[in-house]
């Protein structure tokens, strides 16, 4: 089942078996201006894959025939850089670790509001996949974003996987003012802010900021006081 909208901002493909999902979900996106197929199948996932291109796949994984792992497996041995964000009931870690070592971008778990799940799109497409920019670089500073290791003039800085993603949303704007409401959406998957999160943000960025700028280096990391964050060398 295809839709298509006039004015397509990405091709999605929504890989659901549950016929009444599958259509919501469909025509929600539908709605949203996206260009939406929908595989009720594994079979009919790898088939619409094959036959053209798209920005995003959801993928549910407890697929009837082939499994949606199998999906994603075949997905990205053939070289595909669709975003693929895995939709499933099943929310234990182990499941999410190995859908995401398997090659998924994104991982949401079963039932889930719709504006979460745009919100998580509009990310993918923001982002893109770390394929078409390994490496980040602002001054000395170096994200390796295969190897996920992050160094300054050539130190190693040992940082958590909230602070890789975030510095990594921070130098993917290098230069620009990152606001809040990206971070909530990009690094806590958080669909609205609130002053409790506000909060987390700014502990994070200041244990950013010690990690990153240790030892008297120059300032990489900047507070726009009422608008964000900026990654900048200041020069």
Known sequence: MTRRAP??????LVVEDERKVATAIGQGLSDEGYDVVVALSGEDALSSLRDEPFEVVLL????????????LSTLRQNGSD???????ARDALEDRVVGLESGAD??????????????????????????DTPVLELSDLRMDLVTRTVTRRGEAIDLTSTEFELLECLLRSAGAVVSRDTLVREVWRETSRSTTLDNVIDVHIAR????????????LIRTV?????????GA
């Open 225 to 233: 006081r009422g608008v964000g964050f900026i990654a900048s060398d």
């Open 106 to 131: 994104d991982y949401l778990v079963k039932p889930f509001a719709f504006a979460e799940l745009l919100a998580r799109i509009r990310a993918l497409l923001r982002r893109g996949r770390t394929t």
């Open 208 to 219: 950013l900021r010690r990690k990153v700028d240790l030892g008297g280096l120059p300032p």
């Open 60 to 71: 549910d994984l407890a697929l009837p025939g082939i499994h949606g792992l199998d999906v």
């Open 82 to 88: 669709s975003r693929v964000l895995i939709l499933t």
């Open 7 to 12: 004015h397509a901002r990405a091709r999605i």
